[in-house]
Nanobody, 121 residues
Framework: QVQLVESGGGSVQAGGSLRLSCQVSGNPISGYYMAWFRQTPGKEREGVAALRLDGITAYADSVKGRFIISVDTAKNTVDLQMNSLKPEDTAMYFC???????????????WGQGTQVTVSS
């Protein structure tokens, strides 16, 4: 069983940065494909960034060049560095893990509870 706990959300002005972190427990993170998703009320969950075991990444077009997904195997965490934030980035952000590569599809097996990011203009 894998547990995921997100942290690092908060409120920031447009143009600012935030770094989200997802602590993985239960198993080594190196055995999982990892991803970040976001969701706003009334909308479907959207894949933001994903990381394959071989280091290949995938990003939503809306965040390319601004967000970076990375993993720290020593800490068993996966981070999402978010730069040049925009009001439209406001959402609940979720960490996800799975044993199959789903890229930005939402068929990951394990999910965290989410952390809120609010970007004001």
């Amino acid at each position: 069983q894998v547990q995921l706990v997100e942290s690092g959300g908060g409120s920031v002005q447009a143009g600012g940065s935030l770094r989200l972190s997802c602590q993985v427990s239960g198993n080594p993170i190196s055995g999982y494909y990892m991803a970040w998703f976001r969701q706003t009320p009334g909308k479907e969950r959207e894949g933001v960034a994903a990381l394959r075991l071989d280091g290949i990444t995938a990003y939503a077009d809306s965040v390319k060049g601004r967000f970076i997904i990375s993993v720290d195997t020593a800490k068993n965490t996966v981070d999402l560095q978010m730069n040049s934030l925009k009001p439209e980035d406001t959402a609940m952000y979720f960490c996800a893990a799975g044993v199959y590569w789903r890229a930005l599809g939402n068929e990951y097996r394990y999910w965290g509870q989410g952390t809120q990011v609010t970007v004001s203009s």
